[in-house]
Structures are given as C-alpha cells and as structure tokens.
C-alpha cells in the first residue's frame, strides 16, 4: 500500500497523450477499406480546441470499423443521429485525415481528446 500512484497526479491532458501514443501504434493510417462515419460538421467539445470533426473521431483520429455493419459502429451513428449530426457510413479513405481502429480506442480507455502542440 506504500506505492507511489502517479497517474493520479498527472493532469489528465498528459495521461491522453500518453494513452494516444499507445492506441495510435495499432494500425495507422493503414486503415483503406475500413468503414468511418462520416457527419456533418461538429466542433471538438474540450474548451478551447479549434478543431472541427466531420467524420466520428476520438481525440481528433477518425474512428474505422472493419465491418460495415459492425453492432459498435452502428449504435454510435445511431447516437450521432439522435444528436443531428447526420451520420453517414462510408468507406474509409488515408486522404479523409489520421484514423484510429475503434477497439485499439476502446482498449485505451476511450481517451477523446489530446493536447497537441499546435
Ligand atoms: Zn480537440
């Protein structure tokens, strides 16, 4: 019980990136072929970003499916329908922007937004 616990005292912008790092290595932009979902525009809800998100992303990464029809991707465009974003599957292509494997996201704990020097 005497362990040191420093996670809990890094804010918490440093643990995403740290959790970025991580999921990011599955895979790349070596996702053509996969399925994204597309949406209309929806700015990033951490205070302060600029970025604006037209496709369903995590941390600014576009989220890709292996499966069309994958249960994971269809309950989130279901919810991003409920919230007007007007979601549309589509196949994924590297020139859409950086991707992430859902379950590579889901696996690092779901981070969905990370300080970039920018
Ligand atoms: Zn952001």
């Known amino acids: 019980m005497q362990t040191p616990e ?5 804010l918490e912008e440093e643990v995403l990136v740290e959790d970025e ?9 070596d996702h053509a072929g996969w399925f994204c979902v597309r949406t209309d525009p929806f700015p990033c809800p951490a205070a302060g ?3 604006v998100a037209e496709f369903m992303t995590a941390a600014h990464l576009i989220l890709v499916w292996q499966e069309q029809d994958d249960p994971n991707l269809l309950r989130h465009a279901q919810r991003a329908k409920e919230v007007g974003r007007n979601p549309r599957v589509c196949a994924y292509e590297p020139e859409f922007g950086p991707s992430a494997s859902y379950y590579a996201w889901e696996a690092a ?3 969905v937004h ?5």
């Open 6 to 10: 420093p996670g809990r005292l890094l």
């Open 21 to 29: 790092k991580l999921w990011q290595e599955d895979g790349g932009s």
């Open 49 to 51: 970003c600029s970025f």
């Open 109 to 111: 704990g779901r981070p």
């Open 114 to 118: 990370a300080i970039r020097g920018e």
